[in-house]
């Protein structure tokens, strides 16, 4: 039994002999020995600061059914109204496109003080509203029913609106001024108007806006105003109105094309194109 034990040990020897001496041999070709992994090393700890304990650290859980979320500007992903991306696309696309002399007018609009001096002279000739004007007709089917009725009525002294009037006003060559809104939509109500007055002679201006005509003729909105006459007190104040809208209008330089201003995108990549022509032509002298 000694010797059986003896037989079986020494294969166990032998094992563990040639386990060892394969460990010593060179690692198999084509595979790298690993190296053994460095000791853990301690960072060196920063001394913790003092804490107020009245002051309890309490952070945010932004998570579904937690804190409320930060606020953040969310203007880009607002599905906004249909008039108003319209409006935003229309205005892009007369950047863009070529605008041809008669519609590059209405972008030439008179200067905030002018129009200023311009509305303020036309809020004093505005004509009468709803209210007015039925207290006027009760009054006259008073007088009327009184027998005591007067034949000398004077015409009123007010601002002309409706572009069918106004037109006829031009034509006839009774309109001393015209003022026009340059938001009208479509602008082949009114493109015309400003050829119209400079053949006949008759002094206009572009002011912005539509609304705000109206708003003088007790209206939403007015395509066109016109002033016939004024008072002999306004007589000096509408003279120089009139020459200053004058020279800038009627008198003034020829309007060219406008829009083909491109985006911020497309100038960069024309900026570089013509630095790459720049620099060839350089190479090639």
């Not at 060892?20 to 920063?46: C, E, I, N, W």
């Not at 001394?47 to 059914?65: Q, S």
């Not at 905030?112 to 089917?141: C, I, M, V, W």
């Not at 082949?188 to 007055?197: G, N, R, Y």
Request: a positive charge.
């Amino acid at each position: 039994t000694a010797g059986a034990g003896l037989v079986l040990f020494k294969p166990r020897l032998a094992g563990a002999a040639g386990s060892a001496a394969r460990s010593d041999m060179a690692p198999p070709k084509g595979k790298k020995r690993v190296a053994p992994a460095p000791a853990a090393v301690k960072k060196p700890t920063k001394p913790e600061k003092a804490t107020n304990p009245l002051f309890e650290k309490r952070p945010k859980n932004f998570g579904v059914g937690g804190a409320p979320p930060p606020k953040t500007d969310l203007h880009r992903y607002v599905k906004w109204p249909k008039y108003v991306r319209l409006q935003r696309q229309r205005r892009v696309l007369n950047q863009r496109l070529k605008v041809p002399p008669a519609l590059n007018r209405f972008t030439k609009t008179l200067d905030k003080n002018t129009a200023q001096t311009l509305f303020k002279l036309l809020l004093k000739y505005r004509p009468e509203d709803k209210a007015a004007k039925k207290q006027r007709l009760l009054s006259e089917a008073e007088a009327r029913e009184s027998k005591s009725e007067t034949s000398d009525k004077k015409k009123p002294v007010v601002v002309k609106y409706g572009i069918n009037h106004i037109t006829t006003l031009v034509e006839n060559g009774k309109a001393q001024l015209v003022a026009i809104a340059h938001d009208v939509d479509p602008i082949e109500l009114v493109v015309w108007l400003p050829a119209l007055c400079k053949k006949m002679g008759v002094p206009y201006c572009i002011v912005k806006g539509k609304a705000r005509l109206g708003a003088v003729v007790h209206k939403k909105t007015a395509t066109a105003v016109a002033l016939t006459v004024v008072k002999n007190e306004d007589q000096r104040e509408f003279a120089k109105l009139v020459e200053t809208v004058k020279q800038t209008y009627n008198d003034g330089p020829r309007v060219n094309w406008g829009g083909g201003i491109m985006g911020p995108k497309s100038q960069a990549k024309t900026r570089k194109r013509e630095k790459e022509v720049a620099h060839e032509h350089a190479l090639r002298a």
